[in-house]
DNA sequence: CGATAATTATAACAACCGTTATGATATTTG
DNA sequence: CAAATATCATAACGGTTGTTATAATTATCG
């Protein structure tokens, strides 16, 4: 007889955790099984007993990385309407506290390695896809409410809002300096009057 | 007898352009000295003469990349001048042509790299002051001659321009859709709209 | 309790890695 | 020409990797 789900998933949960904070450290290079296994004070034995192989293992964290986004993302925007909503989205999953940098740090790695892996890019470019629909939909809410420009094309401003998104955060986990609240907020908020002026 | 210096480089180029075109199409996880070489059409013996270990050529890679977008760029900004100088700029060095996807290719995956490579993190960060300066310098000029708000902080601003530009190129390669020269040009005039109003 | 299955540790494997030494072949220089 | 040096190919090395098989341990259940 197989295992609860429950239990499974919990370890396989763990394992992701372990992952995830040691690729956020070293990088996917650094990842092998018998490092995430120290990490996690265990052996590879655990990790080969709930996965495949590594491959899987990998789409598994990368599932974590974007789960962990998207449950930021749906609490902060709790109680939230009109453009503003939009605003407190993006801010709640920008880089700003350390738990979204190890997030960040990992999703960079995935992306960067991505190109490479034909797999991973297959899961990034799903992930991609149903970020930007979710986008869409709010989007469409509010031009049906009036609040935004009734001549935007929504497709094209879905992936403006992501590549706006993914500036900001790409440039706080990789360059130099990072952006105090107040510039995120003036960055953030010069996005949005594109979209009602 | 050491040399001349001409040979040495053109070898070094050479080994650059190969090693960058692999790690464009496979990724920086394929990119073996064994694997380079045979991109080339040679063997790792003529990599370990020109190159002290691997590091040292990655990091000669990744200032190939860097300097290519800098020669493309200057030669774009020739003959521009004001606000339009810098968009142009940054029109020139997106994706938009199979070499400059090439290079962003590239780009990403040092990136994604990096944060487990001191070595490349020290050297991108580098690159990222050097770009970052640069903008400034644009920027301090339009400043003087009044083509933008006087009020702005032209170090922020530095930044928030290559923030822009990252989010674009990041999603030009990463995304599963790419922008149409018109898309790029509204995303691109939209933010410059933020330097004059 | 005893048996069956799940769990975890351990070890061996072939493949690949970067590094290094060595040898062969051009090329330069005195 | 001959000696010295630069160039490049080849091979061996120790180490690490993912995978896999197997053993030891623990938990589950009739």
Partial sequence: MSVPADKQTQWKSKVATAALELISREGLQGASLRAIAHELGCTTGVLT??????????LFVL?????????????????????????????????TT????????????????????????????????????FIHQELVMLQEAGEIDPKLNLDFEAAAWIA??????????????????????????????????
Wanted: glycine share 6%; aromatic share 8%.
């Fill in 49 to 58: 007993h709930y996965f495949r192989n590594k491959d899987e293992l990998l």
């Fill in 63 to 95: 599932e974590t990385v974007m789960e962990r986004l998207s449950e930021t993302l749906a609490q902060a925007a709790q109680g939230t309407q009109g453009v503003e909503r939009l605003k407190v989205m993006m801010l709640a999953i920008l880089p």
């Fill in 98 to 133: 350390p738990e979204l940098v190890t997030i960040w740090r990992a999703w960079l790695a995935f992306v960067g390695a991505a190109l490479g892996h034909a797999a991973l890019l297959d899961e990034h470019k799903r992930h991609y896809a149903n970020f930007k629909a």
């Fill in 164 to 197: 706006t998104f993914d500036g900001i955060g790409v440039n706080t986990i990789s360059a130099p300096q990072s952006y105090s609240p107040e510039e995120l907020d003036t960055l953030v908020s010069r996005y949005l009057k594109t979209l009602t002026s």
